[in-house]
DNA sequence: ATGAAAGCGCTAACAT
DNA sequence: ATGTTAGCGCTTTCAT
């Protein structure tokens, strides 16, 4: 194994040109002739030349990189989100930094500028916690940047977006349940992701007003933990057991997980699904395709949302303007809910 | 916005100092005067100086980088695995650089060959294709690369490797349906993870033949598709049913995945398990613990998979040498497996 | 304690 | 069509 990398000057010298002839040669310039061409590229091929992306970046000021921060890498949302991150960037011919900020803000900042160190060409944040208050603290957001399923409420103008209509979907959601005969329907929340967990509560209360359906408060149960360790399948038992008697027939849930929550709950406490409780979750992550009964839910475009804002921070790179998306989630029907009896 | 990033040498004119004061200063160099060093990190800090990796990188010749590599981002297995990686390399300072292979060997070279250009300083690959026989292909592997349950038979000295206990494990899980009182165990195999599934499928002979119990060809079922998109789940799925009229009572599943598809079609057939079909599956994902019943399986320490190939590759980069390690699945029973009535 | 100069490996003006 | 010369923004001898 060859100990030290073959450089530009070590061809050069093997060929009997100059280092700038390699380099020409090596990128197919026009400016070299054919037969040197081939003649270099021969010899670079023999030494195993390797060419070296830090150099080239060093010159060319593009790292051919891109940043991308996730909450959590093994995130079944997330992952499949970065999935579809993934295949554009790469057929677009940059690699991908992944880093997890376990929606902790100061984890986050540290990610995004450990980016801008690096000298990335772009940048993807999801669920952040970053509002426009923040702004010094992120120093100056000097690249691109989209920001996925955003948490705060940053001026639109702030940053670019990719984000799920999480009011549509939670109207999907209830609708679905009310056209099922359902009018006692309860809400499961999570307090820790306040926009989309407030935009759901709002998309449930419309769709309810909107059908003349009583609304009470104890019908809505939203967990004020923090994010410590306690995960969304937990809120969601415990969310569970304390609408129980409250003789709701349909149940809205945050995600999936707490959906999944749910439903286990009510394996314990002997309740069926469908036949005495409807439940809907929200995501559409693979995992309700398994549960018994499989899961009713709002199903977001996981690789389209990545994809998208990949798509979005390319055009952006190549100095054009894009608009804002607010992709449209659809509702995926299986066996968690039912007609009412 | 500053358009232009701010270098050492624009604090350097600023502070009437040389570049080189500067860079010391910066990296709190003890030949700096305590009060200069202050004043020019002052400076920095108003100038919002934000140093360039790439630079640092070109002269130390370090980019703390790693690249990975797994089959798949969205796979809830490898996810795990890589978050277990991505702890630890950040609090090593290194930043990880992750890329896709589906299963693919030429993807698997290309991110390798990627990851070389970039000059990462090590490299970590998940469920490898590579052999002894591709070195060339590789080029030089020039940094240190550890795999992790790679799925081919490279000598142990050419490659360092994190594995599980394939054969081991598979034991544990026929020595638990065993244990419960069975006598017809089955194998639900899947063709394409060569290695690993070779020695799952020796386990599970091994310990029937330990016990003295019988072994009929028609009990196992090993997939011999290609891994296009018929996914795992689906795998189990057809594999029961081949497997359902053979009196068996308990079934290994190459995988969880494989283990919820044989759980689905039971449902289909009114195939009570655990009551008439013991199952039990390998990884642990977090999946089997919401599927219904649970799942029986022989769990991988995902985490600390990932979090010991990237310590190994740690001292790997510091110069240590390092042995190969073999960790230790271990069975979790939950409700897929029953005694035989 | 500080600075001048060289060089990491490449690309790009600017010659020729 | 090819070579010379500068950098890109740092770290690191080697002087002073």
Redesign the pocket.
């Known amino acids: 194994m060859s100990k030290r990398?073959i450089?530009?000057?070590d061809i050069a010298r093997k060929a009997?040109?100059?280092?700038?002839?390699v380099?020409?040669a090596?990128?197919d310039s026009?400016?070299?002739?054919p037969q040197?061409r081939e003649e270099i590229k021969k010899i670079a091929r023999e030494m195993n030349y390797v060419?070296?992306a830090i150099?080239?970046s060093?010159?060319?000021?593009r790292t051919n990189t891109i940043g991308v921060v996730v909450t959590s890498i093994a995130d079944p949302f997330y992952a499949e989100v970065v999935e579809g991150i993934e295949q554009v960037a790469r057929s677009a011919g940059l690699s991908v930094l992944l880093t997890a900020s376990h929606r902790d803000f100061e984890e986050e900042i540290a990610a995004i500028d450990n980016f801008h160190r690096r000298r990335v060409d772009g940048i993807l944040v999801t669920d952040s916690r970053i509002s426009k208050h923040d702004r010094a603290q992120v120093g100056q957001i000097a690249v691109p940047t989209v920001l996925i399923n955003s948490q705060t409420e940053e001026q639109p103008e702030m940053f670019h977006s990719v984000t799920i209509d999480d009011f549509l979907g939670a109207r999907l959601a209830v609708e679905h349940l009310i056209s099922l005969g359902h009018t006692s329907i309860g809400y499961i929340g999570v307090g820790d992701r306040s926009k989309s967990n407030q935009l759901r509560l709002e998309g449930y209360q419309m769709a309810l007003s909107e059908a003349g359906l009583p609304q009470k408060t104890d019908w809505v149960a939203i967990s004020d933990e923090d994010y410590t360790r306690t995960s969304d399948v937990d809120t969601g038992r415990k969310m569970l057991s304390k609408l129980a008697t409250t003789g709701l027939t349909g149940i809205f849930c945050y995600n999936d997980m707490v959906a999944i929550g749910a439903l286990l709950t009510c394996q314990e406490l002997d309740i069926s699904v469908p036949q005495d409780l409807s439940i809907v979750g929200f995501d559409g992550i693979a995992l309700g395709r398994y549960v018994t009964p499989p899961l009713t839910t709002v199903s977001q475009p996981m690789l389209e949302i990545g994809g998208c804002a990949m798509r979005m921070l390319l055009d952006l790179l190549e100095g054009k303007s894009v608009e804002n998306r607010v992709l449209t989630p659809f509702l995926v029907k299986r066996g968690s809910s039912a007609a009412l009896k």
Chains 1, 2 share one sequence.
Not at 16 to 21: A, D, I, Q
Not at 30 to 33: M, R, V
Not at 58 to 61: D, I, N, V
Request: no cysteine.
């Open positions: 990398k450089s530009i000057e009997g040109v100059s280092h700038t002839t380099s020409r090596l990128r026009p400016l070299i002739s040197v060419p070296n150099a080239q060093l010159q060319t000021q």
